[in-house]
């Protein structure tokens, strides 16, 4: 599980993401992506950002 974190917050450090993008390119199941960026959100590393009506997480790097 710490492999595919690792590659959903890659993907956030290379540009803003929504969850849909997350889900299209690794091929998860929204659902378990969701699992990944909370535990992601709750350590910090990453932040969500509605823009548009669509919510995008980012790195938590850029609001430090």
Do not use: C, Q, W
């Amino acid at each position: 599980s710490g492999d595919v974190s690792n590659k959903i917050f890659a993907m956030i450090l290379r540009r803003p993401v929504t969850a849909e993008d997350i889900s299209t390119v690794m091929g998860l199941h929204i659902n378990e992506v969701n699992k990944y960026l909370g535990l992601l959100i709750r350590s910090g590393k990453v932040y969500s950002e509605t823009h548009l009506g669509k919510v995008f997480f980012r790195s938590g790097g850029e609001n430090v």
